[in-house]
């Protein structure tokens, strides 16, 4: 046990050495606003941007079709609300120099999965093909009840870069 307890306080004390992981959030106010603006505000950024040891850690919460005004667009149209989120998303990540070929996840919640999954398989194909994706994002869909009942499609995504204080 003493090895044990010595271990995790060299590890603890290296800890207080290096400092805390710097973190800010990721905003991009020209394609949607920040969830605390909300009519009814919700506390949650839009993103967070790690800085690890030479990498950046984008994480991206779930995103969906909303205006820069906080207000959903495309009310019952799958195609277009899928489309509005990949816009959204590629906004932040473009606020931190990254783009799709830097994502690495997408955790994708659908209102309806056995009604829109062949749509939406469909349309995120199309799009990653836009992008030049290869190798593909890993990728996890999931049918959940969203945030607001006209929602249809919200996604997460996960992009590593490297940090460009690292390389000074």
Request: overall charge negative; glycine content about 6%; hydrophobic content about 35%.
């Amino acid at each position: 046990m003493s090895t044990l307890r010595s271990t995790t306080e060299a590890m603890v004390g290296q800890r207080a050495e290096k400092g805390p992981v710097r973190k800010r959030a990721i905003t991009a106010p020209e394609a949607l606003n920040e969830a605390y603006c909300y009519p009814r505000p919700s506390s949650f950024s839009r993103g967070l941007r790690l800085d690890i040891k030479g990498v950046t850690l984008l994480l991206i919460s779930g995103t969906a079709s909303i205006d820069e005004n906080g207000l959903t667009v495309h009310a019952g149209d799958f195609r277009a609300q899928t489309l509005r989120t990949y816009r959204n998303i590629t906004a932040l990540l473009e606020s931190e120099g990254a783009s799709w070929k830097d994502v690495v996840r997408t955790t994708c919640y659908l209102r309806d999965i056995e009604r829109d999954y062949a749509a939406f398989n469909e349309i995120r194909t199309e799009f990653f093909n836009q992008q030049g994706l290869d190798p593909l994002p890993a990728s996890t869909g999931i049918q959940a009840i969203l945030c607001r009942p006209d929602l249809l499609i919200e996604i997460e995504t996960t992009a590593i870069i490297s940090c460009p204080e690292a390389s000074e």
